[in-house]
């Protein structure tokens, strides 16, 4: 049997990935795609850590979380009386199971309809030659013209305390656990420690966030940030900063934690559960990029240009593999970027317009620079805020924390960044980058029509307080 050959293989099955080879093929090559992903029977479960361990589980428990936490405290405000509400952890998780292997399908009808071929174990370079990769694809070697790299990343370890998905948990384990703990540690008060804590606190876990800087959410503005610690302790989520963590036991009933807190007093915190979150690692395992001189990066991330490409010929290389955040839409326009680079199109990524989401309640959603950004920068900027709680369908919802705001160049009226706290901010964002990406001003947002009664207005008034003119206000 002849050696198959394809103008692009695609290793890695993640959200980088299989849009890489979707579009490949949609572009008229012969694509393939490679991921090693095995579900609990075996059987491929393409979609990467987004899909298995990250974005889509980690969002259906957040609901399902969310729901709990609304029939316990938030219905009666309704009139609704919902009396012993009570969580079937297994029930939940279940749930999420089948989210999870829905989504797994999905990419699997996707493969087929574009007619991507799929192969179901490890991708590793075996050589080059002549002008092709030699690859093996699981138990087959293929061939490749255009090799597209989407090996995704893992979590990072604490030294010292290794990863047991019973005790001390990575992002795997915390969508796993199988009983509400009482106690529940998290060190890293990034992303994945605020949305997986706020998931087994709102089910009853006492949650203590523990984290080695001394400002909580150093990446976000800072006005956000500290509306969201507010509100994190009102809602009895405790983050202590600027520890330092030292000697992390795991017994059969519990794991401590011993750590200096910011004063320098050394601290033990016993919890039944410890979730270690302190990012994650780019993910070349198993690639034997030594077979053809791939180079790496001294984070062990594979070296690219600002058009993804690697020091080797026709090798390219996308997500969270490479520089850059680590998210899944950022990997997903990389594939699309590079597929269309191979056919000699002009593929397009705005570093500056990749919107952020932290999936707490409320929600945090960022598109380009904080204030502090601008400040550093030295550019002349307009603030202007609206909080939810003057808009009438957050009232509407029992929803009115938080606020919407604007940062526009002082002289142009350029939008710089807009930065919300607060109900269904992952949505609301999205007119933030568009606006980005057309370069509108504040004015600009100012005078469209949005519906009414909506969230959005929240948005277009606080585009008008950019000019000191809202209205409802
Ligand atoms: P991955 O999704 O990691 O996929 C890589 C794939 O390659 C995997 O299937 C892996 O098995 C496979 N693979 C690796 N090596 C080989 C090999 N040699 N051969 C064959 N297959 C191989 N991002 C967001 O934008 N929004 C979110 O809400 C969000 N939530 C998250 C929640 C959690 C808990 C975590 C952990 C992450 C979350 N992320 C989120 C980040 C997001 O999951 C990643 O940025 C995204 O998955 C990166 O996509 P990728 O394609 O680069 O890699
Ligand atoms: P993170 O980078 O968001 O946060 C890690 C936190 O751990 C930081 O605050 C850091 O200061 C702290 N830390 C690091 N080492 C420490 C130590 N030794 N002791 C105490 N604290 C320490 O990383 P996280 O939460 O692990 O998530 C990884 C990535 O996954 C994120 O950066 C993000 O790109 C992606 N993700 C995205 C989500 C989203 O878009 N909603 C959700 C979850 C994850």
Request: glycine share 10%.
């Amino acid at each position: 049997m002849s050696t198959k050959q394809f103008d692009v293989v695609v290793i890695g099955g993640g959200p980088g990935g299989y849009i890489a080879a979707i579009r490949a093929a949609q572009l008229g090559f012969n694509a393939a795609c490679i991921d090693e992903w095995k579900n609990e029977k075996g059987g491929p479960a393409p979609g990467g850590t987004c899909t298995n361990v990250g974005c889509i589980p980690s969002k259906a428990l957040l609901q399902s979380s969310e729901h709990f936490e609304h029939a316990k405290l938030h219905f009666a405000d309704h009139g609704i009386t919902a009396d012993n509400v009570a969580i079937d952890v297994a029930k939940m998780i279940g749930r999420k199971n089948t989210v999870v292997k829905q989504n797994n399908d999905g990419i699997l009808y996707l493969f087929k309809k574009n007619k991507v071929s799929f192969f179901h174990g490890r991708g590793s370079f075996v050589a080059a030659k002549d002008g092709l990769y030699e690859i093996k694809a699981g138990e087959e070697v293929i061939l490749a013209k255009h090799v597209i790299l989407a090996t995704g990343s893992n979590a990072r370890q604490l030294p010292g305390a290794p990863f047991d998905e019973v005790n001390i948990l990575s992002n795997d384990g915390a969508l796993n656990i199988a009983d509400v703990p009482k106690k529940l540690g998290v060190i890293g008060s990034g992303v994945i420690g605020l949305e997986m804590g706020s998931v087994w606190r709102r089910l009853g876990a006492e949650v203590t966030v523990l984290e080695g800087l001394p400002t909580f959410l150093g990446a976000v503005d800072e006005s956000v940030a500290k509306e969201a610690a507010k509100l994190f302790k009102k809602q009895g989520l405790k983050i202590e900063l600027g520890v330092k963590i030292g000697e992390v036991k795991s017994a059969k009933d519990g794991v401590t934690v011993a750590y200096t807190d910011a004063k320098g007093a050394a601290q033990t915190l016993a919890v039944d559960k410890l979730i270690i979150s302190i990012g994650r690692v780019p993910n070349t395992i198993g690639l034997n990029p030594e077979a053809v001189g791939l180079k790496l990066d001294e984070r062990g991330a594979i070296e690219v240009d600002g058009d993804c490409k690697t020091n080797l010929p026709n090798v390219w290389a996308v997500g969270d593999v490479v520089r850059g955040p680590m998210l899944a839409h950022k990997a997903e326009e990389e594939g699309v970027a590079v597929a269309e680079r191979i056919a000699g199109q002009h593929g397009h990524v705005n570093f500056n317009t990749i919107p952020w989401v932290i999936y707490t309640s409320p929600e945090i959603a960022w598109v380009g620079r904080t204030e502090q950004q601008l400040k550093a920068d030295g550019v002349e900027y307009k603030a202007g805020q609206f909080p939810f709680l003057a808009n009438g369908r957050a009232r509407a919802l029992g929803d009115t924390n938080g606020f919407v705001k604007f940062l526009a160049d002082a002289k142009t009226d350029e939008i710089l960044g807009v930065h919300i706290i607060g109900p269904m901010a992952s949505e609301l964002i999205s007119e933030a980058v568009v606006a980005m990406e057309f370069k509108a001003s504040a004015e600009d947002i100012a005078r469209i029509c949005h519906a009414h009664p909506s969230l959005s207005e929240a948005t277009k008034e606080a585009a008008l307080a950019v000019d000191k003119r809202t209205l409802n206000f």
